[in-house]
């Protein structure tokens, strides 16, 4: 869950995704998109959903299944405008937006149908941006305040950029803080059942950013971070929550890193996912697994080696796994673990993009991915299927 350090949308230009082409199999590596519209027809099992119209989707963040049989996607939609999408059973319906101008949704999390969460930025031209924190009660969005910490008079950039929830009165969020001053420091807040508050770890204060959260009970939670003043620089870095403290656990890889996502188990236990853009349309993914004490490569014959950033997944009861991203040249991947092997699905939409958010059912029967494609000029948000 989550993603690539960067600005809010309504202060840089947006890239959306068309239609998908799906090539499974294929090496995870791709040349630059040729800008065609490809087919609407399904393509390796993954089927382009059909999306309201109103508000257009011009890009998918992230997407997250909730007890219930419901599934949401956040993301923006044209007109600056936050978007949420709800999965009923049979289509995908469009919420109202709360009363809140220039949102921009990069997290999405439930503890039920009746209990969504989610989280983002809200702009403001004179005091740049804020922690946006949302929550869905069964009819309505609600905004519910939320820290926005930075310090001083200088113009903030707050940013939540995930969100995982252990229970309705038990739920994480992260992101960072920068007021153009310090510098960016990593920031953790936690509802309580009443209010969200700032929670202090052993990297507040250090520089960085907190870019994603999972849950896997209310006493074993995990962060992933990115820590250093350079982003060129910044390593990968993890917390776990016992239940009574944060624990902060180093990553042992050798690289920088400018991506980092967790949010699946692989034979019981938590794996991570590591990217760094090494040049112009040039990237590498390393994928690791927990051994209960360390983190530890984990070779995935599809991902090593290949020109892919990987920084989203996802996992079933079943013990399937799916990670995605994109390519270096622009096209959406995702990898799947079946059980017994890794393979990998390109998804071309005409245009550069990637696969952004996973959301699987608990059985696995339904896995969609979600992303930002452009092509011939024009963004849009795409949802694929596979069931």
Not at 338 to 355: A, C, E, K, N, P
Request: proline share 8%; charged share 20%.
């Amino acid at each position: 869950m989550t993603k690539n350090l960067r600005r809010p949308r309504w202060l840089t230009a947006v890239v959306g995704a068309t239609l998908a082409l799906a090539v499974t199999g294929a090496p995870a590596v791709a040349g630059e998109p040729d800008g065609q519209t490809p087919p609407v027809e399904c393509q390796a099992g993954w089927c382009p959903e059909t999306l309201p119209a109103d508000p257009l989707p011009l890009g998918i963040s992230e997407l997250a299944a909730v007890h219930g049989g419901e599934t949401w996607a956040v993301g923006h939609a044209r007109g600056s405008a936050p978007l949420a999408l709800r999965w009923d059973g049979r289509s995908w319906q469009a919420t109202t937006p709360p009363k809140a101008e220039q949102v921009d949704l990069n997290g999405v999390a439930g503890w039920s149908k009746n209990d969504v969460w989610a989280v983002g930025t809200r702009g403001d031209l004179s005091t740049g941006t804020h922690t946006h924190v949302q929550h869905w009660d069964g009819r309505e969005w609600t905004v519910v305040p939320s820290p926005s910490p930075s310090p001083g008079p200088a113009v903030s950039r707050d940013q939540l950029h995930a969100v995982a929830v252990a229970g309705p009165h038990d739920v994480w969020a992260v992101g960072e803080i920068d007021n153009l001053g310090p510098g960016n420091r990593p920031l953790l807040l936690h509802w309580d059942g009443r209010a969200w508050s700032v929670v202090p770890t052993p990297l507040s204060d250090l520089p960085g950013a907190f870019r994603t959260v999972t849950v896997r009970s209310p006493h074993d939670v995990w962060v992933g971070a990115l820590v250093g003043d350079d982003l060129r620089t910044r390593v990968p870095v993890t917390l776990r929550w016992d239940g009574r403290s944060w624990q902060r656990i180093d990553v042992p890889d050798p690289d920088p890193a400018s991506t980092i996502g967790m949010g699946a188990d692989l034979n019981g236990q938590p794996l991570l996912v590591v990217s760094k853009t090494v040049g112009k349309y040039r990237d590498h993914s390393r994928v690791w697994h927990w051994t209960g004490t360390a983190w530890s490569r984990l070779s995935v014959p599809v991902v090593d080696g290949e020109n892919l950033a990987l920084a989203s997944m996802t996992a079933d009861r079943t013990g399937r796994v799916w990670l995605a991203g994109r390519t270096g040249g622009g096209a959406g991947m995702v990898v799947t673990w079946d059980g017994t092997r890794w393979t990998s699905t390109l998804l071309g939409f005409g245009g550069r993009g990637s696969v952004n958010g996973l959301a699987a059912s608990p059985s696995g029967k339904e896995v969609w991915a979600g992303g930002s494609f452009r092509a011939g000029g024009r963004g849009r948000g795409v949802i694929f299927a596979q069931r």
